[in-house]
């Protein structure tokens, strides 16, 4: 006598192929929750539920599972957005996205519009629309959903998701505009950046950052930063030529990385992280700098970073 094969029959298939096709779609998913909270832990979090919901639906009866999947996802994305952006209203000084580890080489699939919308300038930028507002302009301009389906995922009518779509491009142009160098050429500028930094050399930092070039930290309430953007080649220069002969050690580990399309550089003590800082471009000068000081985030990123993970 043949045994039977437990797990064979069909609701075992039909709960494969379901399975299947959720993570098919999970790095997508992952993708636009991350980009509408900023958080890689609360990004997976999003996910997750989207995943359990998936599961008590009945997918064989779904005409369309990726925008079934999408709409589910971004409603999650939007409920968490609204609580996270309450608790950031009492966020000691300024808030900065988690930084992602980052593939030397970028990913094939990857536009050029959606890799604009991973650095952290951008995800900044992102904080200045709503949540419904940044849920269309990610849903419609980075990930190509027709604002027919926009509409129906947001609760609004087709002429009202493009009134807000127009708002949010608006306010995000109005941003700080950007110009990446060639890869090789930043890794150059950075290095000289860096040097100028660790030399206390103001004069050629001065050269290598716009005019109006902006400095953000985030250290939370736990560690000291600067609780407003710093602003202006000059003062920029002398904080960061400062901050450097304060805080680093020649005993400590400095590491250029890749952090969200941007490089960078990671600075551990003891076998522990102490700060990141990414630079973001305007031609060839730094325009930009984020400097992540907070534990939990710091710490959540050395993890990853040290097993070389990503979202």
């Known amino acids: 006598m043949t045994a039977r094969r437990r797990g064979r029959g069909p609701e075992a298939g039909a709960a494969v192929t379901a399975t299947a096709v959720f993570e098919t779609h999970r790095p997508r998913l992952l993708d636009l929750a991350y980009r509408m909270l900023g958080s890689v832990d609360e990004a997976q979090d999003v996910v997750q539920e989207a995943w359990l919901r998936w599961q008590r639906s009945d997918p064989s009866s779904l005409d369309n599972p990726s925008a079934w999947l999408t709409t589910v996802t971004t409603r999650l994305a939007i409920d968490a957005l609204t609580s996270a952006r309450a608790r950031r209203e009492t966020y000691v000084g300024p808030w900065l996205p988690d930084p992602l580890v980052a593939a030397d080489e970028p990913d094939p699939g990857e536009t050029v519009a959606g890799a604009e919308t991973l650095t952290l300038g951008f995800l900044r930028l992102l904080e200045t629309l709503s949540p419904v507002e940044r849920a269309v302009f990610l849903l419609h301009d980075v990930f190509g959903v027709p604002f027919r389906e926009v509409a129906a995922t947001v609760g609004r009518t087709e002429v009202a998701a493009r009134q807000v779509a127009r708002r949010a491009r608006d306010r995000i142009r109005s941003g700080r505009p950007r110009l990446d160098p060639a890869p090789a050429e930043a890794r150059i500028l950075a290095d000289a950046f860096f040097a100028a930094v660790v030399d206390g050399d103001l004069d050629q930092l001065t050269t290598l950052l716009t005019d109006d070039a902006v400095y953000v930290s985030d250290g939370g309430a736990s560690r000291r930063a600067a609780r407003r953007p710093v602003v202006?080649?000059?003062?920029?220069?002398?904080?960061?030529?400062?901050?450097?002969?304060?805080?680093?050690?020649?005993?400590?580990?400095?590491?250029?990385?890749?952090?969200?399309?941007?490089?960078?550089?990671?600075?551990?003590?003891?076998?522990?992280?102490?700060?990141?800082?990414v630079l973001g471009w305007r031609g060839t000068r730094v325009a930009e700098l984020a400097s992540l000081l907070e534990p939990a985030k710091l710490e959540r990123f050395d993890r990853r970073w040290c097993g070389k993970g990503s979202v």
């Open 232 to 277: 202006g080649s000059a003062r920029v220069a002398r904080l960061l030529v400062n901050m450097a002969r304060r805080s680093l050690s020649p005993l400590d580990e400095v590491h250029t990385v890749t952090v969200n399309g941007q490089l960078g550089v990671y600075v551990r003590r003891d076998d522990a992280p102490l700060v990141l800082t």
